[in-house]
């Protein structure tokens, strides 16, 4: 006899952890097709300018090297859907690390080699890599990324801060970050006698690589099926095509075998995108009573010369506080250097950064305690649009997590409390992030023997999303998630969108239930036995996604922090962190537990490790490892807590949900920026806080 279904908002364990822990998990570098051959991607060895010649004799004479690839053999591309895919079409070199050929050989190791022995001669042309206040090619775009005016004006700013009674300018910045996956990029593609490219690819949307695939080799969809199974992670680097994808289809095509491509960690610095670096200026002006009457944001950042892509960092200002006065701007200048994109909440995390340190400089000045600055400033409208929020739960968030973490017995001194060497200290910030949807399609199918199966193409980057879209499924149809089979991860299913923006879950999600609503309805309509072939619903939420909602809807939270800085080496320690969500329906606790925790994780290593320094003769990144770039480790965490407020929005989707991958980096590294000011009374402008940073001022 069945058991009650599993209803949503139940710890329900992951599917497929079991594969993972056990190997039987397969990601894109472990397909290996019969008669496989290897690629290895060869870097531009100077910062600007172009490919003289390619002399491949030497690497071609190797034992075990079939091909060398560069612009004066690769297979021309139809019409690429981003510049950074149009690899090997030309002998321009716009950066530093830009694929300028690829070693095809029989294994890995004579790739390799080959690639080793391949001499590339360059002209050379000077380089512009530095990123300044006042550099000579700022401008101003018109969008930024997500499509967001560049600059915003609401009222008199400039005027409002001057007659402010209590005033906070200050600067911060915030280098280079890079997303570092477990699972470096990789590709397995092959073509078949009929023209059809088969590709496993490391995708955060294999829908999304299709359409790139297709656009780049001239080809339908049906003729491109790819496949994104399990992928090690992404964290926004994956969300769009990389060009090992592009190279190991055009290696297939040029060889007439399969070819495999994985990017060496060292590689992707220069290729998969990264955080770029950011100069935030944020005047804060106040009644005496810590009213904000005028906010102004100005954010200065990079883009290539390759691709424009803005960072939209002073974008959340306009949804937090409110103030009858604001002014928000982006200004960028194109330089010669790897292409920015996507990484974990970008705009907001660095955006968040500035601003929540702005906010705690302000409550210092006003002599407030800085959770109170934020509830007396917490608008019932969003000030940009004046739209009514579909719930706004940052006040819930702050008075939570203010009670469990003991925030109000702290002493709100900075720099008295101490034990022995060390300087301990507590930081508040708030966290905001949109809700985003997507159109979605998706299938739900039920069998005479009474088992389920919904086909729909999301991606699960570790995020539990299998688990999730079952147990969405199963509260529909009244049934054991048990008995719902899930399949995701192949373009050759219901085109969904990717997992990214915080709005997978949500947009196949919804697909999902209105898929198995139709089915039900139509269980319910049918008499008999079920038919042999079985009963299908289909749905596309093309249409409710598309339609414009009257309401603000964004996710919430409150990041508490508390810190220990070592007052002879200026190491900093955090020793507990605690955060606290409004984030709608909480769809599994477990796998949302992971995801905020995992963003908090982040943001730590955002405040205190993780940087990526641009050296100006080299014209590349210095930290391209995970032995130079570091990202926390376990004893970097020692103890953090995620909670949530449950919120019952009506104005989602149908499961009420809010996207949770994103929000807990948003706010993280201002929370413990935050703390190590009041540890210290020593308040640092420039992310990460280094012990080499931060000794100076203790001495």
Not at 573 to 599: D, E, W, Y
Request: hydrophobic residues 40%.
């Amino acid at each position: 006899m069945s058991q009650p279904h599993t209803p949503l908002g139940a710890p329900v364990p992951r599917r497929e952890g079991r594969d993972k822990v056990t190997g039987t998990a397969r990601y894109a570098a472990e397909h290996t097709p019969p008669g496989c051959l290897y690629g290895w991607p060869v870097p531009a060895a100077i910062a600007r300018g172009r490919v003289a010649a390619v002399h491949a004799d030497e690497a071609l004479a190797l034992p075990g090297v079939h091909a060398v690839l560069s612009h004066e053999n690769a297979p021309r591309l139809k019409q690429p859907d981003a510049p950074i895919l149009a690899v090997l079409q030309d002998d321009r070199v716009p950066h530093r690390g830009r694929h300028v050929a690829l070693v095809v050989g029989d294994t890995l190791e004579h790739a390799r080699a080959g690639a080793g022995a391949l001499r590339i001669t360059y002209r050379t042309a000077e380089h512009d890599v530095l990123l300044s206040e006042d550099h000579p090619g700022l401008y101003t775009p018109e969008k930024v990324n997500g499509e967001y005016p560049a600059v915003r004006e609401r009222g008199d700013a400039d005027r409002a801060f001057a007659m402010a009674p209590v005033q906070v300018d200050a600067t911060y910045t915030i280098g280079a970050l890079h997303n570092h996956p477990m699972e470096p990029h990789a590709s397995t593609a092959q073509w078949t006698q009929e023209g059809h490219l088969h590709v496993h690819d490391s995708s955060q949307g294999s829908t999304r690589a299709r359409e790139s695939l297709c656009a780049a080799f001239g080809l339908r969809p049906d003729q491109v099926t790819v496949v994104a199974e399990h992928v090690g992670g992404g964290f926004g680097c994956k969300g769009t095509p990389r060009p090992q994808v592009i190279l190991a289809a055009m290696a297939a095509l040029h060889t007439g075998h399969p070819v495999k491509v994985a990017l060496p960690r060292r590689q992707m610095a220069a290729v998969v995108g990264h955080r770029p670096p950011t100069v935030q200026r944020l005047r804060l002006g106040a009644e005496l009573d810590g009213t904000l009457t005028s906010v102004s944001h100005e954010v200065i950042t990079h883009t290539s010369t390759v691709e424009e892509f803005v960072e939209q960092a002073a974008v959340p200002t306009r949804v937090m506080y409110g103030s009858p006065h604001s002014r928000t701007a982006h200004h960028v200048t194109a330089l010669d250097v790897p292409s920015p994109s996507w990484m974990r909440a970008p705009g907001e995390a660095p955006g968040m950064y500035a601003l929540e340190s702005a906010m705690d400089e302000l409550a210092a000045a006003l002599g407030m305690d800085p959770v109170e600055l934020r509830l007396r400033n917490d608008p019932a409208h969003e000030p940009d649009s004046g739209r009514p929020f579909s719930s706004r739960g940052l006040a819930a968030c702050l008075e939570e997590g203010a009670g469990r973490f003991g925030w109000y017995d702290r002493d709100p001194r900075p720099a008295v409390r101490e034990e022995g060497p060390l300087l301990l200290g507590t930081g508040v910030a708030s966290a905001t992030y949109p809700v985003y949807l997507a159109g979605s399609s998706a299938s739900a199918h039920v069998a005479p023997d009474g088992s389920y199966r919904i086909r729909v193409n999301a991606t699960d980057i570790g995020t539990g999303a299998r688990t999730v879209l079952a147990q969405i499924a199963a509260s529909v149809l009244g049934v054991p998630v048990e008995d719902v089979r899930i399949d995701i991860g192949s373009s050759d299913l219901p085109d969904a969108p990717l997992a990214g923006g915080s709005m997978g879950t949500g947009s196949w999600g919804w697909s999902v239930h209105k898929a198995s609503t139709a089915l039900l309805e139509q269980l319910r309509e049918h008499t008999g036995p079920l038919p042999a072939e079985g009963l299908t619903a289909f749905a596309d939420t093309g249409q409710e996604t598309s339609e414009t909602s009257p309401y603000a809807r964004h996710a919430f939270g409150a990041h508490f922090a508390e810190v220990a800085v070592d007052s002879r080496t200026g190491e900093v320690r955090v020793r507990r962190m605690l955060g606290v969500f409004a984030a709608g329906h909480i769809l599994n606790p477990r796998t949302a537990r992971s995801q905020f925790i995992g963003g908090m994780t982040m943001g730590i290593g955002m405040a205190l490790t993780e940087g990526s320094t641009m050296d100006p003769a080299f014209g590349d990144f210095t930290e391209s490892d995970l032995a130079s770039y570091h990202v926390p480790a376990c004893a970097d965490v020692q103890e953090i807590e995620a909670y949530w407020i449950d919120e019952d929005d009506p104005h989602l989707n149908p499961m009420g949900s809010k996207g949770i991958g994103e929000i807990g980096i948003v706010g993280a590294a201002a929370a413990v920026g935050n703390a190590v000011r009041h540890a210290t009374g020593v308040r640092l402008r420039s992310l990460p806080l280094t012990p080499d940073t931060l000794l100076p001022y203790l001495l």
